[in-house]
Nanobody
Framework: QVQLAESGGGLVQTGGSLRLSCTAS????????LAWFRQAPGKEREFVAH????????YYADSVRGRFTISRDNAQDTVYLQMEDLKAEDTAVYYC??????????????????WGKGTLVTVSS
């Protein structure tokens, strides 16, 4: 049974930092491209970042580029999202997701094979 478990969410002030983690089990982690999505209250889920399985190339949404960093540790079956200079508009439930063998630059939400349950990030102004 495949599971993705996010952690690290919480309440932080504007300008603060958080690091989210997502640990996978039940899959061959190194063969999956990993992504972070988020869903703000009253809005649709949106792409945040992804890291390719084959070469660790990373991609970011324009809204987070330069502030967020995605990384992975295949030995720990974990993907991270380091978030800096947080803004109120970053408040959302953050989800990690896995897509087997994806090598593109734009990763559709519908492509994802597995999803975590999400972790809430609240940025207070």
């Amino acid at each position: 049974q495949v599971q993705l478990a996010e952690s690290g969410g919480g309440l932080v002030q504007t300008g603060g930092s958080l690091r989210l983690s997502c640990t996978a089990s039940g899959l061959r982690f190194s063969a999956y491209t990993l992504a972070w999505f988020r869903q703000a209250p009253g809005k649709e889920r949106e792409f945040v970042a992804h890291i390719r399985y084959n070469d660790d190339t990373v991609y970011y949404a324009d809204s987070v580029r330069g502030r967020f960093t995605i990384s992975r540790d295949n030995a720990q079956d974990t993907v991270y999202l380091q978030m800096e200079d947080l803004k109120a508009e970053d408040t959302a439930v953050y989800y990690c997701a896995a897509d087997w063998g994806f090598t593109g630059s734009t990763i559709p939400e519908d492509n994802m094979d597995y999803w975590g349950k999400g972790t809430l990030v609240t940025v207070s102004s």
